[in-house]
C-alpha cells in the first residue's frame, strides 16, 4: 500500500525548533518530488516547499525562506522539515504529498499534481 | 506571487444538482492548475490536473476547464459524498499558491 506518514509535531514555544518526519512506504520514494502543505486551524491550504528526487532543487514559500529546511534520506525512503525559529502563524497541520511527474526536470508540463497525502501533523506555536 | 480567488467562498446545493466552482488567477497560467477535494479532518485529495485532466479513479461526473486565467470547476450531479470544501492550485511558477477554498454544503 503506498503510504506517507508524518511524525514529530507538537507544541514549541515562539521561536523554537521543530523537526517533522515523513515516511514513505509502497513506493520507490527516490523516484518522486516531494512538498510539504500546511493549513493553519479552520483556514485554507498553503504550499509549503518541495525537493526534488535526489535532493539538488528546494523550493520554498516566502513565508518560511530562511527559517524552514526542506530535506530528504532516501536511503530511509523519508523527508523532513526542519523548522527554525518559529511563529505563531507556523501552527498548522503539517502534510507531505507526493508529487507526480512524468518529467524528472520538474517543468511544470510534465507535473500531474500531488496524488499521495500523509494524514498531517499537528505542529502548535505558543507560549 | 500569482494570486488564485476562488468564487464562490461558500454555498449551498442539493443532490442531483450541477455545480460549478470558479478560480481566477492574478496572471496567466497556460493550464498549469489542479482541483483539489478535503473533507474535515481528512487530507485533501486530488481531482483535477492540467486544467481539466481526471486524476485515475475520480467519478466522471467531476470536470475541469479553462486557461490562461479563468478555470472552473463543475460536478455534473452531486452526490452527498460531494460535499466539502474545493481548493484549485497553480503550479505555473513558484511558490505553488492555492485558492482560499469554497466549501460546499448540503441545502
Known amino acids: 500500500e503506498v503510504q506517507l506518514v508524518e511524525s514529530g509535531g507538537g507544541l514549541v514555544q515562539p521561536g523554537g525548533s521543530l523537526r517533522l518526519s515523513c515516511a514513505a512506504s509502497?513506493?520507490?520514494?527516490?523516484?518522486?518530488?516531494m512538498s510539504w502543505v500546511r493549513q493553519a486551524p479552520g483556514k485554507g491550504l498553503e504550499w509549503v516547499a518541495n525537493?526534488?528526487?535526489?535532493?539538488?532543487?528546494?523550493y520554498y514559500v516566502d513565508s518560511v525562506k530562511g527559517r524552514f529546511t526542506i530535506s530528504r534520506d532516501n536511503a530511509k525512503n523519508s523527508l523532513y522539515l526542519q523548522m527554525n525559529s518559529l511563529r505563531a502563524e507556523d501552527t498548522a497541520v503539517y502534510y507531505c504529498?507526493?508529487?507526480?511527474?512524468?518529467?524528472?526536470?520538474?517543468?511544470?508540463?510534465?507535473?500531474?499534481?500531488?496524488?499521495?497525502w500523509g494524514q498531517g501533523t499537528t505542529v502548535t506555536v505558543s507560549s | 506571487a500569482i494570486r488564485m480567488t476562488q468564487s464562490p467562498s461558500s454555498f449551498s446545493a442539493s443532490t442531483g444538482d450541477r455545480v460549478t466552482i470558479t478560480c481566477r488567477a492574478s496572471?496567466?497560467?497556460?493550464?498549469?492548475l489542479a482541483w483539489y477535494q478535503q473533507k474535515p479532518g481528512k487530507a485533501p485529495k486530488l481531482l483535477i490536473y492540467?486544467?481539466?485532466t481526471l486524476q485515475s479513479g475520480v467519478p466522471s461526473r467531476f470536470s475541469g476547464s479553462g486557461s490562461g486565467t479563468d478555470f472552473t470547476l463543475t460536478i455534473s450531479c452531486l452526490q452527498s459524498e460531494d460535499f466539502a470544501t474545493y481548493y484549485c492550485?497553480?503550479?505555473?511558477?513558484?511558490?505553488?499558491?492555492f485558492g482560499q477554498g469554497t466549501k460546499l454544503e448540503i441545502k
Open positions: 504529498a507526493r508529487e507526480i511527474h512524468t518529467d524528472p526536470s520538474g517543468d511544470p508540463y510534465y507535473y500531474y499534481g500531488m496524488d499521495v
Open positions: 509502497g513506493f520507490t520514494f527516490s523516484s518522486y518530488w
Open positions: 525537493i526534488k528526487q535526489d535532493g539538488s532543487e528546494k
Open positions: 496572471q496567466g497560467i497556460s493550464s498549469y
Open positions: 492540467a486544467a481539466s
Open positions: 492550485q497553480q503550479y505555473y511558477s513558484y511558490p505553488r499558491t
